[in-house]
């Protein structure tokens, strides 16, 4: 299906680490977003990576997308601890999105 | 950018009841909206999406409506509320292209 899967489904660090966190698809897709949720609000938009981009970047966060393995990783380095949210990832075709489970990533200061 | 606005942050109704939910858009001209619920602690689940006034597409049977009035006012309804339509809802717009969306702040509903 065109929802993506996150992987981890929970990760937790210290302040200053990096953060991995995974995403996987089943479809042929247009881009593919990644989303932050702070608990108890709306999401906000991180990045767009289109299908036919291998990596993006934005001030600390780095995206790649291999559409050949149909998965997608979201980096975010030297974490602080506003960092702490849900993070789902968003294969896009068309006019919807469909959103994983998401990863809970837990940065301790 | 868009700003989606939502309201009330909070709703607490009893089952059998009636519910209309709103959403409003600025910013932006004939956005695509899209209402979508989240469970505690899992993925959000896309339940209406519309490109224009008048036209809704449904994503899951359900026991909810929605409504597109005005190009910028998205209506999610029920008219009898069940114990299951509790969550978290969240409304979304985005422009044409490459859909980044923005979403509103978000309704807790509890049905009691």
């Known amino acids: ?79 602080r601890a506003a960092d702490t949210a849900s993070y789902f990832c968003a294969p896009g075709k068309g006019n919807k999105l469909v959103f994983g489970a998401g990863t809970i990533l837990r940065v301790k200061s | 950018s868009q700003t989606i606005h939502q309201w009330p942050a909070t709703l607490v109704q009893p089952v059998g009841s009636p519910l209309s939910l709103e959403c409003t858009v600025e910013g932006t001209s004939n956005p695509n909206l899209y209402w979508y619920r989240q469970a505690a602690g899992r993925g959000l689940q896309l339940l209406f999406y519309s490109v224009g006034i008048g036209q809704i597409s449904s994503e899951v049977p359900q026991n909810l409506s929605a409504s597109r009035p005005q190009d910028r006012q998205f209506i999610l309804s029920s008219k009898k509320l069940l114990l299951s ?28």
């Open chain 1, 1 to 79: 299906s065109q929802q993506g899967e996150e992987d981890p489904q929970a990760l937790s660090i210290q302040e200053g680490e990096n953060a991995t966190m995974n995403c996987s698809y089943k479809t042929s897709i247009n881009n593919l977003q990644w989303y932050r949720q702070n608990s108890g609000r709306g999401l906000v938009h991180l990045i767009l990576i289109r299908s036919n981009e291998r990596e993006k970047h934005s001030g600390r966060l780095r995206v790649t997308l291999d559409t050949s393995k149909k998965s997608s990783s979201l980096l975010i380095t030297a974490s």
């Open chain 2, 85 to 112: 339509d509790s969550g978290f809802y969240l409304c979304a717009g985005s422009g044409t292209g490459d859909n980044e969306q923005y979403f509103g702040p978000g309704t807790r509903l509890t049905v009691t």
